[in-house]
């Protein structure tokens, strides 16, 4: 499975860059559901709310309902409101990229610890750090702070 989870990872990357060319925070996310992708998004503009990972929730949601046996692949840990979001959805794993602690803390709302929030869910949600494409996606973090 974690050939899979690569694969799906950098999709999420492609993502990220994809963002950072049309001038969009430097995040990307796809929801995949049965090995086949059901959302791919990056960041919104101008909201600042509409993160990736949000979106490629509510894009999933909307297709097929509750999000249950489904992976989200986010180029970075995702933040407080992702995470809930992605809790009430149904999903119960995120692969990650990026480590919050590996980018300025600007880049997400709070110094809190998701392991600490998860801690407290009725239902455990398998937080996966895949930390050997942590510098691949670092690099588009790295383009968008030259923007």
């Known amino acids: 499975m974690i050939n899979n989870d690569k694969k799906f990872l950098r999709s999420a990357i492609k993502q990220s860059k994809l963002s950072v060319e049309q001038g969009r925070f430097p995040a990307g996310a796809i929801l995949v559901l049965n090995g086949e992708v059901i959302a791919s998004e990056m960041s919104d503009t101008d909201s600042g709310y509409e993160h990736a990972e949000c979106r490629a929730v509510d894009t999933a949601f ?86």
């Open 62 to 147: 909307q297709k097929v309902g509750k999000l249950t046996n489904t992976t989200l692949y986010a180029s970075m840990e995702p933040c407080l409101m992702c995470l809930g979001r992605a809790y009430w959805a149904g999903i119960r794993k995120i692969v990650f990229a990026i480590s919050r602690n590996s980018v300025p803390k600007e880049y997400y709302e709070g110094l809190h610890d998701n392991n600490e929030l998860m801690d407290s869910f009725n239902e455990k949600i398998e937080l996966i750090h895949l930390s050997e494409l942590e510098e691949e996606a670092i690099k588009v973090v790295r383009m968008w702070n030259q923007v």
